[in-house]
């Protein structure tokens, strides 16, 4: 199985900071990555596909990137309705793996 | 609107069965792949199983497979999942999750969850 690894766990910080959520992967996966919001209580929301494909109506200000097996996830200038769980998932193959998480919490 | 409604969920002791709906509505069921995804609070995200367009090919994890099976019915826009052999570590948020592209297994979305505890 592909291994999806996530860093931080647990990220605290400001409205309006720039932040950063990595997600390694253990082999290649093509690209093939999703990235999705959770709120407490809620199911996950997509993001975007295929590392940097924005999902319809998510704002700009979320992007994505790769470097070989390890991705990015930046938001460039955090908004309140951003803190959240965020998590990385891998479709290139079964089976579909997802990271641990990345808690975004108001410092 | 596309919206996924989860039914069946609850307590069940270890060994039990229970039968999970999906009820779908707002797209063209038929025309899309369907999964279920699970979610514990230990475990995380988890998917579970895979179901396509007309039935005919279907995956499990392997934390599952033998003892769950996945299945649609077309004409009731409706995704299930029976589940047998029911453990401690089944326990979970159990989520039904469309895929939006034929071959790109993520998840546009997402059911509200049924909630499965297995506990004696």
């Known amino acids: 199985d592909i291994q999806m690894t996530q860093s931080p766990s647990t990220l605290p910080a400001s409205v309006g900071d720039r932040v950063i959520i990595t997600c390694r992967a253990s082999?290649?996966?093509?690209?093939?990555l999703a990235w999705y919001q959770q709120k407490p209580g809620k199911a996950p929301k997509l993001l975007m596909y295929?590392?940097?494909t924005l999902e319809s109506g998510v704002p700009s200000r979320f992007s994505g990137s790769p470097s070989g097996t390890e991705f990015t996830l930046t938001i460039s200038s955090l908004q309140p309705d951003d803190f959240a769980t965020y998590y990385c998932?891998?479709?290139?193959?079964?089976?579909?793996?997802f990271g641990q998480g990345t808690k975004l919490e108001i410092k | 609107e596309v919206q996924l409604v989860e039914s069946g969920g609850g307590l069940v002791q270890p060994g039990g069965s229970l039968r999970l709906s999906c009820a779908a509505s707002?797209?063209?069921?038929?025309?899309?792949?369907m999964h279920w995804v699970r979610q514990t609070p230990g475990k995380g995200l988890e998917w579970v199983s895979y179901?396509?367009?007309?039935?005919?090919?279907?995956y499990y994890a392997d934390s599952v497979k033998g003892r769950f099976t996945i299945s649609r019915d077309n004409a009731q826009k409706s995704l299930y999942l029976q589940m047998h052999s029911l453990r401690a570590e089944d326990t979970a948020i159990y989520y039904c999750?469309?895929?939006?592209?034929?071959?790109?297994?993520?998840?546009?979305?997402w059911g509200q969850g049924a909630l499965v505890t297995v506990s004696s």
């Open positions: 999750a469309r895929g939006p592209f034929y071959g790109d297994y993520f998840f546009d979305y």
């Open positions: 707002g797209f063209t069921f038929n025309t899309y792949e």
């Open positions: 179901i396509s367009t007309g039935g005919s090919n279907i």
């Open positions: 082999q290649s996966i093509n690209g093939r």
């Open positions: 295929k590392t940097s």
């Open positions: 998932q891998q479709y290139k193959n079964f089976p579909y793996t």
